[in-house]
């Protein structure tokens, strides 16, 4: 990396962790995010698509394209209004850049306490969660596989093989989890690179000699596009184990009643 490109980096990310609470607007952006990923898979169930292990992860990699479109917003309402570029001194360490939540800032999107900084904690959670489908859930009338339970013959618990896989499951969600929160962990440095990538550098180019310019999308990708992988693989991994515990089931929600009448 460019080393003064490094050094504005750097000196943006400080501003914006002092004044701008990146994490809680990532986690805003990530919670809708996660809404537009159960959207989508509830209309891939409603349109046929019952096998969780496919539709997860497809929901997944649609919800991590309307992330980056987020992203691309939030950038659009940050660009700077910078009245005369030939008056701001190049002097990288004490260089005074117009950005969100500096007391002069004026233009753009605020990083506040209420309103449009209001976050919720990490978006992934919400893929599988509500998705409750219409489909009729696993419930059979006669007795079920070698049911090891004792007594009455009405319903069985589960099985070990049905635990196992449950448990796989849920591991699997709680590292995909785990890995859409990273997001969220490197909320600072990925504002502060997009930032200086999409507006900072193409506005002071003229000044900064030297600095490597390069496309927003580059950084945005490069610091999300691996938990985002891992987050759809490891949802796939979960509806996959779901439904070898509940095979009548077609959502998370049928296996939580499936689990919870046994």
Same mark, same amino acid.
């Given at each position: 990396?460019?080393?003064?490109?490094?050094?504005?980096?750097?000196?943006?990310?400080s501003r914006l962790s002092r004044?701008?609470?990146?994490?809680?607007?990532?986690?805003?952006?990530?919670?809708?995010?996660?809404?537009?990923?159960?959207?989508?898979?509830?209309?891939?169930?409603?349109?046929?698509?019952?096998?969780?292990?496919?539709?997860?992860?497809?929901?997944?990699?649609?919800?991590?394209?309307?992330?980056?479109?987020?992203?691309?917003?939030w950038l659009f309402l940050q660009?700077?209004?910078?009245?005369?570029?030939?008056?701001?001194?190049?002097?990288?360490? *004490?260089?005074?850049?117009?950005?969100? /939540? #500096?007391?002069?800032? !004026?233009?753009?999107?605020?990083? %506040? =306490? +209420? $309103? @449009?900084?209001?976050?919720?904690?990490?978006?992934?959670?919400?893929?599988?969660?509500?998705?409750?489908? *219409?489909?009729?859930?696993?419930?059979? /009338? #006669?007795?079920?596989? !070698?049911?090891?339970?004792?007594? %009455? =013959? +009405? $319903? @069985?618990?589960?099985?070990?093989?049905?635990?196992?896989?449950?448990?796989?499951?849920?591991?699997?969600?709680?590292?995909?989890?785990?890995?859409?929160?990273?997001?969220?962990?490197?909320?600072?440095?990925?504002?502060?690179?997009?930032?200086?990538?999409?507006?900072?550098?193409?506005?002071?180019?003229?000044?900064?000699?030297?600095?490597?310019?390069?496309?927003?999308?580059?950084?945005?990708?490069?610091?999300?596009?691996?938990?985002?992988?891992?987050?759809?693989?490891?949802?796939?991994?979960?509806?996959?184990?779901?439904?070898?515990?509940?095979?009548?089931?077609?959502?998370?929600?049928?296996?939580?009643?499936?689990?919870?009448?046994?």
């Amino acid at each position: 990396m460019n080393r003064r490109r490094e050094r504005i980096i750097r000196l943006v990310k400080s501003r914006l962790s002092r004044k701008g609470r990146p994490r809680l607007l990532v986690s805003l952006i990530l919670l809708v995010t996660g809404i537009a990923g159960f959207l989508v898979s509830f209309l891939l169930l409603r349109s046929g698509m019952t096998r969780m292990w496919l539709r997860y992860p497809l929901a997944i990699l649609f919800a991590y394209c309307v992330f980056l479109l987020l992203l691309r917003l939030w950038l659009f309402l940050q660009r700077p209004r910078i009245p005369d570029i030939d008056d701001i001194n190049t002097d990288l360490p *004490s260089i005074d850049i117009n950005l969100p /939540g #500096s007391p002069n800032y !004026s233009e753009g999107f605020q990083f %506040s =306490g +209420g $309103g @449009g900084d209001a976050g919720g904690a990490g978006a992934g959670g919400s893929w599988g969660q509500g998705l409750f489908s *219409s489909s009729s859930p696993s419930s059979s /009338g #006669s007795g079920g596989s !070698s049911s090891a339970s004792s007594g %009455s =013959g +009405g $319903g @069985g618990g589960l099985d070990l093989d049905e635990g196992f896989f449950i448990i796989v499951a849920i591991v699997a969600i709680a590292g995909a989890l785990i890995a859409i929160l990273y997001v969220v962990y490197v909320a600072p440095a990925l504002l502060a690179e997009i930032l200086v990538d999409g507006v900072l550098v193409a506005g002071l180019y003229r000044k900064l000699k030297g600095v490597e310019q390069r496309h927003w999308l580059r950084a945005a990708v490069r610091q999300t596009i691996l938990p985002a992988l891992i987050a759809a693989m490891l949802f796939s991994v979960a509806g996959y184990a779901l439904q070898r515990a509940a095979p009548k089931a077609h959502s998370i929600g049928e296996v939580w009643r499936y689990v919870m009448e046994d």
